[in-house]
């Protein structure tokens, strides 16, 4: 069954980084679409990925939330995405989670969750002010 195990959470300070990793088994990076969501305390998780990327395409995607701070990107061989977090803000701490899509986008990503099957547990960024 697909796994995705994400790591590379803590806490940090505004303006700090941070990189997270998420490592798929049982499915390939390389296939389709990986995304990043976020759940902010006391919030409901959004509904949108704030970051993906479309490995067929090579395309990326962000939200102007994490635009310009974020980057998104993927390592074939060690079957794992990484979004690698600048200039953080106090605003990004969440539980962040990486999921993965169906085998069937050839250009962009899906924008919803829901187009999104497989999911990781999370891992807790904090960033203090």
């Known amino acids: 069954q697909v796994q995705l195990v994400e790591s590379g959470g803590g806490s940090v300070q505004a303006g700090g980084s941070l990189r997270l990793s998420c490592v798929a088994s049982?499915?390939?990076?390389?296939?389709?679409?990986m995304g990043w969501f976020r759940q902010a305390p006391g919030k409901e998780r959004e509904g949108v990925p704030f970051?993906?990327?479309?490995?067929?395409?090579?395309?990326?995607f962000y939200t102007d939330s994490v635009k310009g701070r974020f980057t998104i990107s993927q390592d074939n061989a060690k079957n794992t995405v990484y979004l690698q977090m600048n200039s953080l803000k106090p605003e990004d701490t969440a539980m962040y989670y990486c999921?993965?899509?169906?085998?069937?986008?050839?250009?962009?990503?899906?924008?919803?969750?829901?187009?999104?099957?497989?999911w990781g547990q999370g891992t807790q960024v904090t960033v203090s002010s």
């Open positions: 049982a499915y390939t990076v390389g296939s389709s679409c």
């Open positions: 999921a993965a899509s169906a085998p069937q986008y050839l250009i962009s990503c899906p924008s919803l969750y829901k187009n999104y099957p497989y």
């Open positions: 970051a993906s990327i479309n490995p067929r395409s090579d395309n990326t």
